[in-house]
C-alpha cells in the first residue's frame, strides 16, 4: 500500500487542507481504523499527533494497553480521559428522562457519547496546541456528522481530517497495512467482521453478515447478553429506585449513576434483555440494520416509563410523546447543541421533578416486565381506584353527567351528518 494524500475537493469550511496540518489530535480507540490512522496521517503530513482515547465505560478495555498501543506507533502524547461519570451524568441522565429511543428501539448509547467525544477533543487539542482533529468515521454513518458538527459548532478555527473516508484501503488492505507497519492486531489476526461501538448504555454491531436482512442475527454478534433462549431459567424480580427521574438504587441499595448502570447492564445481559435488531434511517439517507445490546437502558428505561406514567397526568403523558420523539431524532442527528434540545430538557426535568419511588421489574428470557410500582406522587388512590368504591373526590354518581358533556361535540356531529342530504352518515367526516 503506497499512501496518497486525499486529493479530493475540499467542500467545507472545516476541512483541512493537507499542506496546512501542523499538530494533530487523534481520536484513538485502539481498533484497527485508528490505528492504521495513526501511522498513516504521521506518513501522508508528516504531522506530530496527541491521542485521545476516551473512557466511556466500553466493557472489557484494557486503557493501558490502549495508550501503550498509541506509544509504540509513535504518538508524540497520549492522553486518555475517564469521561464516565460526566457521560451518565450529563448525556445519558437526560435520555433516561427523554425516555429516549430512536427508531422504536435504539437506546441512542453512541450518538450519546459522540458529542462529549468530540467536545473533549476540542479542548484537548486546545491544550495540547493542535489545530487539526482526526476522526475514524466513514462517509457513510451518522458518526462523522455528530463529531464533525460539534467541533465546528465548537470552535470554527479547528480544522478536521476523516482519513477512513478519503483512503480508498477496504479492510482486507487495511489489515495487509497494518502487517506492513508493525501494527499490532487487537486479538491476533482474529479482527472482528463487524463494526462494533460500545459504551456504559450499550453496545452496537453492524457490517458484514448482519447487512443480509433476510437471515437472522448471525450467532457471533452477542458478546454482552446472552441470547434469551440460553439465559438464566429462573426469572428475577428487580427494584429500580429513582430519585427525580435519576435512578439511584437497585434492590433498595444506594449506588452511584456509574456503577448502577454497570449492574444493571450485568443483570439484565444475564437474563437476555436489551437485545434489538433494527432497520435504521441515517441521517445521511441510507437504511441499514443494526443489533443492538442494551441490556441497562432496557431495564432503566421500562422501569423509568412506568414510574413517569403513574405520577403524571394524563395531559404530561399525552404530550411528552411528541417531545420525547424530537429529543431523540436531535440527539440522533448530532444536534446535541441545537438549542431546542435545552429547551426539551427544561420540559423533561420539569415533568421529572416528581419521578421519584420504585418499580420492581420481572426480568425474564429477553424479556422486561414492570410487575410492581409505589411512589410518594403517584396520582393514585388505591380506595378510588376499587371497583364499587365511590366518596371523596370520586363520584360515580357524576358520571352520566360527564359521559353527556364529554361525548357532547361527537353526538352533534353524528347527528348533524346523519341527517344531511347524500350522506350515509355514521363516523364519516
Ligand atoms: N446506528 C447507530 C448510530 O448511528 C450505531 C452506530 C455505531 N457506530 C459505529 N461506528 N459502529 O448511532
Redesign the pocket.
Same mark, same amino acid.
Given at each position: 500500500m503506497s499512501p496518497e494524500r486525499p486529493d479530493g475537493p475540499r467542500i467545507a469550511s472545516y476541512e483541512a487542507d493537507p499542506s496546512q496540518v501542523g499538530r494533530v489530535l487523534l481520536l484513538y480507540s485502539g481498533g484497527l481504523d485508528t490505528s492504521v490512522m495513526l501511522k498513516w496521517i504521521q506518513e501522508l503530513y508528516g504531522a506530530e499527533i496527541v491521542t485521545l482515547t476516551v473512557d466511556l465505560g466500553q466493557p472489557g478495555e484494557d486503557w493501558d494497553v490502549v495508550t501503550g498501543k498509541a506509544d509504540q506507533l509513535g504518538a508524540a502524547e497520549t492522553v486518555i480521559v475517564d469521561a464516565r461519570e460526566q457521560f451518565a451524568r450529563e448525556h445519558v441522565l437526560p435520555a433516561i428522562k427523554a425516555n429516549a429511543l *430512536?427508531g422504536g428501539g $435504539?437506546p441512542?448509547? +453512541?450518538?450519546l457519547g459522540?458529542p462529549l467525544i468530540a467536545k473533549l477533543a476540542v479542548e484537548v487539542a486546545r491544550e495540547h496546541g493542535c489545530d487539526t482533529i482526526a476522526h475514524?468515521? +466513514?462517509g457513510k454513518?451518522?458518526?462523522q456528522v455528530?463529531i464533525e458538527g460539534m467541533i465546528a459548532t465548537l470552535d470554527p478555527e479547528l480544522k478536521v481530517i476523516a482519513p477512513v473516508r478519503d483512503w480508498r484501503m477496504g479492510r482486507e488492505e487495511e489489515i495487509a497495512y497494518a502487517r506492513e507497519h508493525g501494527i499490532p492486531l487487537k486479538g491476533g489476526t482474529e479482527v472482528s467482521p $463487524? @463494526?462494533?461501538?460500545d459504551n456504559l448504555w450499550g453496545r @452496537? @454491531?453492524?457490517?458484514r453478515t448482519i447487512e443480509d436482512l433476510s437471515q437472522p442475527p448471525p450467532d457471533d454478534v452477542f458478546q454482552l447478553v446472552t441470547p434469551p433462549e440460553r439465559a438464566e431459567a429462573e426469572p428475577q424480580l428487580l427494584r429500580v429506585g429513582f430519585e427525580q427521574g435519576c435512578p439511584v438504587s437497585l434492590d433498595g441499595e444506594q449506588l452511584g449513576l456509574v456503577e448502577l448502570i454497570e449492574r444493571a447492564a450485568e443483570i439484565g445481559a444475564r437474563h437476555g434483555v436489551g437485545i434489538v435488531d433494527q432497520i435504521?434511517d441515517?441521517?445521511v439517507g441510507l437504511k441499514?440494520r443494526?443489533l *443492538?445490546e442494551a441490556p441497562a437502558a432496557a431495564i432503566i428505561m421500562s422501569a423509568h416509563r412506568e414510574l413517569e406514567k403513574l405520577v403524571s397526568t394524563i395531559h404530561q403523558n399525552n404530550f411528552k410523546g411528541a417531545l420525547e420523539g424530537h429529543w431523540a431524532y436531535l440527539c $440522533?442527528a448530532g444536534l446535541w447543541l441545537e438549542p431546542l434540545r435545552a429547551d426539551l430538557d427544561a420540559y423533561m426535568d420539569s415533568v421529572n421533578r416528581f419521578v421519584s419511588g420504585e418499580v420492581t421489574v420481572k426480568l425474564y428470557r429477553g424479556s422486561v416486565t414492570p410487575v410492581a410500582r409505589t411512589s410518594p406522587y403517584a396520582l393514585y388512590d388505591q380506595s378510588l381506584a376499587s371497583f364499587g368504591e365511590s366518596g371523596g373526590d370520586f363520584s360515580q354518581h357524576a358520571s352520566p353527567g360527564f359521559i353527556e358533556l364529554f361525548t357532547l361535540q361527537s353526538r352533534l356531529a353524528n347527528r348533524i351528518r346523519r341527517a344531511a342530504p347524500g350522506k350515509d352518515g355514521g363516523a364519516g367526516q
Open positions: *430512536y $435504539y441512542l448509547f +453512541t450518538a459522540r475514524g468515521c +466513514t454513518g451518522n458518526d455528530r $463487524y @463494526s462494533i461501538d @452496537s @454491531s453492524e457490517g435504521e441515517r441521517i441499514v443494526d *443492538y $440522533y
